[in-house]
């Protein structure tokens, strides 16, 4: 069995199935500055991945014929992210890796872009996770996450180029959200399934 801290849940892998359950916040806390470095330093290396995934998907020879589009290969890490970290800490990645790809790859347009629809789906896949006092499937919470997020994006493209006529492409952008949230959803399972034995004996966050 493993276990991770998700801001007082409990990460759990009975067999093939990854559970979560809720704890207090404060069973989780720590004082020690060394473990603090060492979460510290596993977001950095997440956001850096996520940069790195980004940088990928714009190198693959996948040619939609649908603009706007994509795999959404980023959502890899911010998926397993809330699963592994606390909500402050999940935040905190999210934030990073907007700031840092549009800083590096992209512009200032692509950083509303990205800022407002990560946001938007950080907050919804929150309430599923943080919120429901039910347990919800990752795949679930994976799709929930790509609709919000392909949202997001559309009202931003509505107020660039003031017109609501763009909320027409919604219906394409929400099927495309369930497709790519189904394939995230289930390849984070699978590494959940592997990462949660490993992250108890290595990152010590019971």
């Known amino acids: 069995m493993g276990h991770g801290d998700v801001h007082g849940r409990l990460l759990e892998r009975k067999g093939n199935v990854i559970m979560i359950n809720v704890r207090k916040p404060d069973a989780f806390s720590t004082d020690d500055p ?5 979460k510290m330093v596993f977001i950095a290396m997440l956001v850096g991945l996520s940069m790195v995934l ?17 795999l959404g290969l980023a959502n890899l890490v ?5 699963y592994l970290l606390t909500f402050r800490q999940a935040l905190a990645l999210v934030l990073l890796k907007c700031f840092m ?8 347009s692509a ?29 679930i919470v994976s799709i929930i996450g790509a609709l919000g ?5 559309i009202m931003v493209a509505a107020v660039v180029i003031k ?9 394409v952008l929400a099927l495309a959200g369930v497709i790519t949230g189904m394939i995230i959803g289930f390849c984070v399972r699978s590494f959940l399934f592997y ?3 490993y992250k108890e004996k290595t990152w010590n966050l019971k």
């Open 78 to 82: 911010i998926l397993a992210g809330m």
């Open 54 to 70: 980004s940088y990928l998907e714009r190198l693959l020879p996948l040619s939609f014929t649908i603009p706007g589009i994509k």
């Open 101 to 108: 790809t549009a800083w590096v790859f992209g512009s200032f």
């Open 163 to 171: 017109s609501t006529k763009i909320f027409y492409y919604a219906p």
């Open 111 to 139: 950083f509303l872009y990205s800022v407002t629809g990560s946001f938007l789906s950080f907050c919804l896949m929150s309430v599923l996770l943080y919120g429901s006092r039910f347990k919800i499937n990752i795949i």
């Open 34 to 38: 060394y473990q603090r470095t060492r």
């Open 195 to 197: 990462v949660s034995e």
């Open 149 to 153: 997020h392909n949202f997001g994006q």
